[in-house]
């Protein structure tokens, strides 16, 4: 990013006059609310990408091509297991920004710790079961219905182990400097895009698992 300069110039002086001084500014000036919302834009694409993957899975969701149906292939009580994980680490999410907005950085951290131990386990149980339907045979190529699912629960599961990955480096920021403003943003904005996780996986488990079996 090019450094932020003004220039004092003494009165007569020309263009190339030696009186005129360069001054740099100390830090890169922030815009009021221009993170939060720069990062709803980023929100609402994510919610075209999302969108546009519903509607291929509710095409093609039917479409078995004589091969296993979803009634067949979902475990209820496993994706329920799941659905529990993730919707839990909301809550503990929550916790976390409670204890961000006292201002106490050790009750911060350990929330979003267990929050980022919930999100690993929501996605060990996800590879769980891809890897079980891959081993019966159930892979993208099996059928539009597979591919569609796989491309709609697969672009979730990225997102989640894109939003740990911005909470471990979120810890160690906040570990580092404390709650600083510039963390304070990075707190709220990680806070939306994981309860706007947490909304698209109900539609999921509604949409895909609730619907498939019944």
């Known amino acids: 990013m090019p450094e932020t300069t003004a220039t004092l110039t003494h009165p007569g002086a020309g263009p190339g006059a030696s009186g005129a001084r360069r001054y740099h500014l100390a830090q890169e000036p922030h815009v009021a609310n221009g993170t939060a919302l720069g990062f709803w834009l980023y929100l609402m694409s994510d919610i075209l990408i999302f969108a546009a ?8 969701g039917r479409a078995y091509a004589g091969g296993p149906t979803g ?16 919707l839990l680490s909301s809550f503990t999410f929550g916790l976390a920004m409670l204890h961000k907005q006292a ?3 050790g009750g911060t951290l350990a929330w979003l710790g267990v929050t980022g131990l919930l999100g690993l386990a929501f996605l060990a149980v996800e590879l769980y079961e891809f890897a079980h339907l891959i081993a019966q045979g159930a892979t993208p190529q099996r059928s539009a219905f597979l591919s569609a699912f796989f491309a709609l629960v697969g672009t979730h599961g990225l997102h989640v182990a894109f939003g740990l990955v911005w909470l471990v480096t979120l810890m160690l920021q906040v570990h580092r ?12 904005c990680l806070s939306m895009f994981w309860h706007f996780l947490d909304l698209v996986w109900v539609g999921v488990f509604t949409f895909v ?3 498939g079996v019944l």
Request: aromatic fraction near 12%; avoid cysteine.
């Open 53 to 60: 993957l519903f509607a291929t899975y509710g095409v093609l």
């Open 103 to 105: 201002r106490q950085v």
């Open 71 to 86: 009634a067949e292939l979902f475990d209820l009580k496993l994706v329920a297991l799941n659905t529990a994980f993730l």
């Open 177 to 188: 400097h404390g709650l600083i403003p510039a963390n304070v943003r990075r707190v709220d």
């Open 209 to 211: 698992y609730l619907m």
